[in-house]
């Protein structure tokens, strides 16, 4: 008999067993996928890290988690910084003094700041994602840099979209282009996977195995069950499905240097992907071959991967229903598939750190 039973052996998953490990408890961790790391996982091609499930740049401001993942991997000096491509140009992304130099010939903090004052929609109370970015950019910034691509993204009218979905990018006027405004960020220099070797070492841990359809024989095994898929799942969706945003990958093997970049942003709705990753400028590598991968963002359909929550009205109150009956004495939930929220990986860990920390054993 195990103390805990943990489904998903992603970020949430792992940290909480090993925390859980080290304080004695019995831990076995399955996975429905066959290999650990959930969409963290990274897949050596020739010595370079491919992000399977796109890119994955860690970046936190908290000293305990940054402390907490130095413990088991060594992080690159990677910062992100991003492209955009739009109509065939090419623009410093996020918004920043560059971006305005590109777009207005403006070259000042001060010229920007009344650049981008004299551009801004005057909207009171903006109500939805376009409206809120109207307000804060404009027209012209708007329909190069986030229109179309929130569009592929999400499969909506922006006038659909809460605008929370885009007040996580950054806009400076100064030529500071980092993508994060935190203290700490990088790559694992090993790539992830390892990571889930070093966190899950002498767990019983197994891959190929779903929970779902056999829960009562597994239920049977732990006394309580950390759950980390989506919650709708557990209950057979019964009352519908929680909706989602998933994503096909398409990579690619070259020779050379595609892009000179790790990330790409197309922006425009006639492109049908929204990014190309190139992998190995995450890792500053010189091989003679390249990996790109294109995201095609995807309705999502059941059975499929998930990827992005679709955070509106509609699916927080089905999720507040389908939260309502779980066991909560039996049952803990956690990480961005259980919790249906846009987690990053640094807010996945601390979770983590922060649930385990709140269970009684031992
Ligand atoms: N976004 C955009 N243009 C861009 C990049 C992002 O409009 O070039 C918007 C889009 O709606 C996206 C959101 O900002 O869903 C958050 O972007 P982020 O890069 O944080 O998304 P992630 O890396 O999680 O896919």
């Known amino acids: 008999m195990y103390d805990y039973l943990i489904v998903g052996a992603g970020l949430f998953g792992a940290v909480f067993a090993r925390q859980m490990s080290d304080r004695g408890a019995r831990c076995l961790v399955i996975d429905s996928r066959d290999h650990v790391g959930g969409n963290c996982y990274t897949r050596n091609d020739g010595g370079i890290q491919v992000h ?51 777009l207005w010939g403006v070259s000042t903090p001060a010229e920007a700041k009344a650049a981008l004052e ?68 990088g790559i694992p220099v ?46 057979g969706a019964d009352i519908g499905w929680l909706e989602w945003r998933n994503m096909s990958f398409e990579h690619e093997y070259l020779l050379g240097d595609f892009q000179g970049v790790s990330t790409m942003h197309y922006t425009e709705d006639s492109v049908p992907f929204t990014r190309i990753c190139e992998h190995k400028h995450f890792a500053f590598s010189h091989h003679e071959h390249t990996i790109i991968t294109r995201e095609y963002p995807r309705d999502w359909q059941p059975g499929e991967p998930r990827h992005y929550p679709i955070n509106d009205e509609t699916n927080a109150e089905l999720y507040r229903r389908y939260r309502d009956r779980v066991d909560g004495r039996r049952y803990v939930l956690g ?28």
């Open 52 to 102: 399977e499930y796109g890119p994955h740049i860690f970046h936190t401001s908290s000293e305990r988690v940054w402390q907490y993942m130095n413990r088991w991997t060594r992080f690159n000096h990677y910062v992100h910084r991003p492209k955009v491509c739009y109509r065939g140009r090419i623009y410093s992304f996020p918004i920043n003094l560059m971006t305005l130099y590109q």
């Open 118 to 185: 004299a551009a801004r929609v005057p909207i009171q109370t903006p109500s939805n994602l376009e409206e809120w970015a109207l307000s804060q950019v404009g027209e012209e910034i708007y329909y190069t840099f986030i229109c179309g691509y929130t569009r592929k993204q999400w499969h909506r009218d922006p006038r659909d979209l809460p605008a929370d979905i885009v007040k996580r990018l950054v806009i400076r006027l100064t030529f500071d282009d980092n993508y994060f405004s935190d203290r700490y960020q």
């Open 190 to 235: 090993a790539g992830y996977t390892p990571i889930f070797g070093a966190l899950l070492a002498n767990i019983p841990t197994e891959t190929g195995v779903d929970f779902v359809s056999n829960r009562s024989m597994m239920e049977s095994q732990a006394t309580k069950i950390v759950y980390t898929g989506s919650i709708d799942d557990l209950f």
């Open 335 to 362: 990480g961005r598939l259980a919790d249906y929220r846009y987690y990053d990986m640094h807010q996945v860990v601390e979770s983590a750190l922060v649930t385990a920390a709140a269970e009684r054993h031992g």
